[in-house]
């Protein structure tokens, strides 16, 4: 979804992938091949050959890709990329346990957008359950989101090793919003329940 809002006839766009799950007009798109060997790393080396100016790796699984990833970005590349965590304060912690450096990450991580599905209250019954809907009172899924956006403030943490409840602390203070809060939207709206919310987001 990110991708299909950047300018691919501007800017030279390439990813890695496992696997391509939609096809992008004007993307250079790879797809991991375990049987050639084609892994993660060896796919971002190669396409790194070719000067993209945005890449999007599929996902961060190990060491290797999360070095290179890092050494793209502080190279003058756009890095998008996902890496499943619980929320996005322990994306930096993930990637820290990686063995990636705090100060190299400081230096380029420019935010983490975190993520959950949750159901959509049934608009056939309203929650009630029926036969649209299986009788389970949902029909469908919309997402919850919490971006945590990387100011001076927790540049220096992370560079200094902070815990995810201080770096998510400072997150907060810098007006990010809890997945769990943005689910307050949804259910004030009636597109959710609340016990949908409170069992995909932790507390």
């Known amino acids: 979804?990110?991708?299909?809002?950047?300018?691919?006839?501007?800017?030279?766009i390439m990813t890695v992938e496992d696997p391509i799950e939609y096809e992008l007009p004007g993307v250079g798109q790879t797809q991991v091949n375990s049987k050639i060997d084609l892994t993660f790393a060896k796919a971002l080396r190669?396409?790194?050959?070719?000067?993209?100016?945005?890449?999007?790796?599929?996902?961060?699984r190990d060491f290797e890709t999360a070095q290179i990833a890092i050494q793209a970005s502080l190279t003058g590349h756009l890095v998008l990329a996902?890496?499943?965590?619980?929320?996005?304060?322990?994306?930096?912690?993930?990637?820290?346990?990686?063995?990636?450096?705090?100060?190299?990450?400081?230096?380029?991580?420019?935010?983490?957008?975190?993520?959950?599905?949750?159901r959509k209250v049934c608009h056939a019954c309203g929650g009630k359950g029926c036969e649209a809907c299986g009788h389970t009172g949902y029909?469908?899924?919309?997402?919850?989101?919490e971006l945590l956006v990387t100011n001076d403030a927790i540049r220096a943490q992370i560079h200094n090793q902070?815990?995810?409840?201080?770096?998510?602390?400072?997150?907060?203070?810098?007006?990010?919003?809890?997945?769990?809060?943005?689910?307050?939207?949804?259910?004030?709206?009636?597109?959710?329940?609340?016990?949908?919310?409170?069992?995909?987001?932790?507390?």
């Open 139 to 145: 029909a469908g899924r919309t997402g919850v989101f």
């Open 162 to 203: 902070a815990s995810e409840a201080e770096i998510r602390a400072a997150a907060l203070a810098d007006g990010m919003t809890l997945m769990r809060d943005d689910g307050e939207r949804l259910i004030a709206a009636g597109i959710t329940s609340r016990e949908e919310v409170l069992r995909v987001t932790r507390d």
């Open 46 to 60: 190669a396409i790194l050959r070719q000067d993209p100016d945005i890449i999007m790796i599929g996902e961060i």
């Open 1 to 12: 979804a990110a991708l299909s809002r950047l300018d691919a006839t501007r800017n030279n």
């Open 82 to 118: 996902t890496l499943h965590t619980n929320d996005a304060a322990s994306a930096v912690t993930r990637l820290t346990d990686m063995g990636v450096e705090p100060f190299l990450l400081s230096s380029s991580l420019l935010g983490v957008l975190a993520q959950r599905l949750v």
